[in-house]
T-cell receptor, first 115, second 110 residues
Framework: DAGITQSPRHKVTETGTPVTLRCHQT?????MYWYRQDPGHGLRLIHY???????DKGEVSDGYSVSRSKTEDFLLTLESATSSQTSVYFC??????????????FGPGTRLTVL | QKEVEQDPGPLSVPEGAIVSLNCTYS??????FMWYRQYSRKGPELLMY????GNKEDGRFTAQVDKSSKYISLFIRDSQPSDSATYLC??????????FGKGTRLSVIA
């Protein structure tokens, strides 16, 4: 998986609790992304980062926040988890510039269930 | 209308068949076109990419882009059971993150 790890790989939590998912890369790529994947919706971008402390919102950012204090780590936080956030979450990375910017490499995913 | 449309299938074919997977899009500024393959319970992996229009071939796989019709295709020749997966198209203007189709689930039956 191109030097990308996600933790935890599985999590069950209760409505209203905060949850943090971690993505760690060893490729020194500039861009990092968080997606969610749901049946009938495909992959949808939540947030992405184009450098340390530089982040931007994606298509479905409500209820999520992110932080990137080091090149290798990108954290996704569900501030108060809801059942609608039950999903599979994927982290992805890409280099910067031109075609390389678009070649995203994905992690193995985190399966999150909110009861 | 979503920017990228992809028939979710499922698509079931016999081993050895030629498979055609397609996506349409509405944003004429898209320049980069990708196909990702995703096995069950795994992350997507990049299969092929094309810049602008034209064809690209890699072994049994051929990617085609027709920008005038806003239509892209992935052809798989001599399909194998190991090709059974979900195939996602993705595209970008080059200055914005990738936009993905919903994916087409393919089953190749031995």
């Amino acid at each position: 998986d191109a030097g990308i790890t996600q933790s935890p790989r599985h999590k069950v939590t209760e409505t209203g609790t905060p949850v943090t998912l971690r993505c760690h890369q060893t490729e020194n790529h500039r861009y990092m992304y968080w997606y969610r994947q749901d049946p009938g919706h495909g992959l949808r971008l939540i947030h992405y980062s184009y450098g340390v402390k530089d982040t931007d919102k994606g298509e479905v950012s409500d209820g999520y926040s992110v932080s990137r204090s080091k090149t290798e780590d990108f954290l996704l936080t569900l501030e108060s988890a809801t059942s609608s956030q039950t999903s599979v979450y994927f982290c992805a990375i890409s280099e910067s510039g031109g075609l390389a910017y678009n070649e995203q490499f994905f992690g193995p995913g985190t399966r999150l269930t909110v009861l | 209308q979503k920017e990228v449309e992809q028939d979710p299938g499922p698509l079931s074919v016999p081993e050895g068949a030629i498979v055609s997977l397609n996506c349409t899009y509405s944003n004429s500024a898209f320049q980069y076109f990708m196909w990702y393959r995703q096995y069950s319970r795994k992350g997507p992996e990049l299969l092929m990419y094309t810049y602008s229009s034209g064809n690209k071939e890699d072994g049994r796989f051929t990617a085609q882009v027709d920008k005038s019709s806003k239509y892209i295709s992935l052809f798989i020749r001599d399909s194998q059971p190991s090709d059974s997966a979900t195939y996602l198209c993705a595209m970008s203007t080059g200055n914005t993150p990738l936009v993905f189709g919903k994916g087409t689930r393919l089953s190749v039956i031995a």
